[in-house]
């Protein structure tokens, strides 16, 4: 069974930076596609960055720029380094594996993981 674990996520100020991690176990190899979400507390989950097994790299318009989506083979991790956090980026993550079906920000993903907490405060 495919796992994701999240983790990095923490409390900074407007401007900071944090890079959040997704581990990913019982999997042979990342060859298939990887995105993080976002949900803010009352709100819809929102489709945040987006990585293709042969490197394709999408992005929402409100964090391109800013947001980096990566993944390091050897050590079975994705990645998301955020700079210039804002105030609007507070939310609970979530790192994703192997769509289903529909485009990659629809949300139609086999894995999931528990979501790590990101508060950017002014």
């Known amino acids: 069974r495919v796992q994701l674990v999240e983790s990095g996520g923490g409390s900074v100020q407007e401007g900071g930076s944090l890079r959040l991690s997704c581990k990913i176990s019982?999997?042979?190899?990342?060859?298939?596609?990887l995105a993080w979400f976002r949900q803010a507390a009352g709100k819809a989950r929102e489709a945040v960055a987006f990585?293709?097994?042969?490197?394709?790299?999408d992005y929402a318009d409100s964090v391109k720029g800013r947001f980096t989506i990566s993944k390091d083979r050897d050590k079975k991790t994705l990645y998301l380094q955020m700079d210039s956090l804002k105030s609007e980026d507070t939310a609970m993550y979530y790192c994703?594996?192997?769509?289903?079906?529909?485009?990659?920000?629809?949300?139609?993903?086999?894995?999931w993981g528990q979501g790590t907490q990101v508060t950017v405060s002014s």
């Open positions: 990585l293709h097994a042969i490197g394709t790299r």
């Open positions: 994703a594996g192997e769509l289903n079906e529909g485009r990659w920000y629809e949300g139609n993903y086999r894995y």
């Open positions: 019982e999997s042979t190899d990342l060859n298939f596609p």
